[in-house]
């Protein structure tokens, strides 16, 4: 969660669901929001930049009845909470809080309702990610029931043409595709049971946001990668390849899948590939190492529940917390 500092105004209202239409109100809180946070971490030369709007959107129809806000009594935006469920795999993000409302409750009430909604929807697994060196976050959570688990390390990769058998499935024929988005809800079931990541594939084809790239052998599928090009930031340009999901049957196969996605990168005009590693995949990040992969940043995945460790002895799903 982050706050931005406004004058406080009054009576709080919700939550109430976020639509498109409150895309420009939501971007001038979260960069607000997230900018005080970051000069009250002593980087205060940082100004956190909008959002692609476009990226909103995906948050906020991603979420559904979850992409929740709160109102002052002026009708301005006060909060709000993007909360998503992958199946029984729930996270919240992005959240903030203005500043002139921190200190009575609503942040607690910005989160609980999250909780809430998720719960209500059989989430077995409740969680959100914040920047390890904020203590006053963490430790805010930690009074909520969440309990620190890994980091989540953002590695990159230079975008490169590599001989690769992956398959996009944006190319494959209605009924094929069909059958690939049935494999990959059978892998994640097999690697990350209850986690279903279909809603998120169809809504990146239909906003044109990416594609999801699949890795068969003998014909059986073995892994696949959601991944977003769309730049993240408003008014910029396509300079990376985003990979939300990556799940694969056996995670020794990830330097492997890794070079086939760096070689969509290339073939996508985009210069690099960014990957959020959950850090009880060791084995797939000394491959990223070893492949010459960047350390560009580090969060804290938080859970209700005590920390979520892997349920696949050989397999990896990952999964983003953020978007």
């Not at 409302?101 to 719960?119: F, T, Y």
């Amino acid at each position: 969660m982050a706050i931005s500092r406004w004058r406080s105004v009054g009576s709080i209202d919700g939550p109430h669901r976020a639509t498109v239409k409150d895309i420009e109100e939501l971007n001038d809180v979260f960069s607000a929001a997230f900018t005080d946070r970051y000069r009250r971490d002593g980087l205060s030369g940082v100004r956190v930049p909008y959002l692609n709007p476009v990226i909103w959107r995906y948050a906020i129809e991603d979420a559904a009845d979850g992409a929740l806000l709160w109102r002052d009594e002026r009708g301005a935006i006060a909060a709000f909470n993007m909360v998503h469920q992958s199946g029984t795999e729930g996270w919240m993000g992005p959240l903030a809080v203005r500043a002139d409302q921190q200190g009575h409750g609503l942040g607690k009430d910005v989160v609980g309702k999250g909780v809430a909604w998720l719960r209500g929807r059989g989430a077995k697994v409740i969680g959100l990610e914040t920047m390890p060196r904020t203590m006053d976050n963490i430790g805010f959570y930690s009074r909520l029931g969440f309990v620190p688990g890994h980091l989540t390390v953002t590695l990159s990769y230079d975008a490169y043409r590599h001989e690769s058998g992956v398959e996009l499935l944006s190319r494959m024929s209605g009924p094929a595709r069909e059958d690939a988005i049935t494999a990959c809800l059978a892998l994640v079931g097999t690697v990350s049971p209850g986690s279903d990541f279909s809603r998120e594939i169809a809504l990146t084809a239909e906003l044109q946001l990416g594609d999801t790239l699949l890795m068969y052998e003998k014909g059986t599928l073995v892994g696949f990668a959601l991944y977003h090009t769309a730049p993240l930031v408003e008014g910029r340009t396509r300079d990376e390849l985003r990979v939300l999901k990556l799940v694969l049957a056996d995670e020794t196969r990830f330097a492997s899948f890794a070079k086939g996605i760096a070689n969509q990168a290339r073939q996508s005009g985009v210069r690099r590939v960014s990957f959020r590693m959950q850090g009880e995949y060791s084995a797939a990040y000394a491959q990223a190492i070893g492949m010459g992969m960047h350390v560009r940043w580090t969060d804290l995945r938080m859970s209700l529940d005590g920390p979520v460790g892997r349920v696949s002895a050989t397999g990896m799903a990952l999964s983003n917390w953020e978007i």
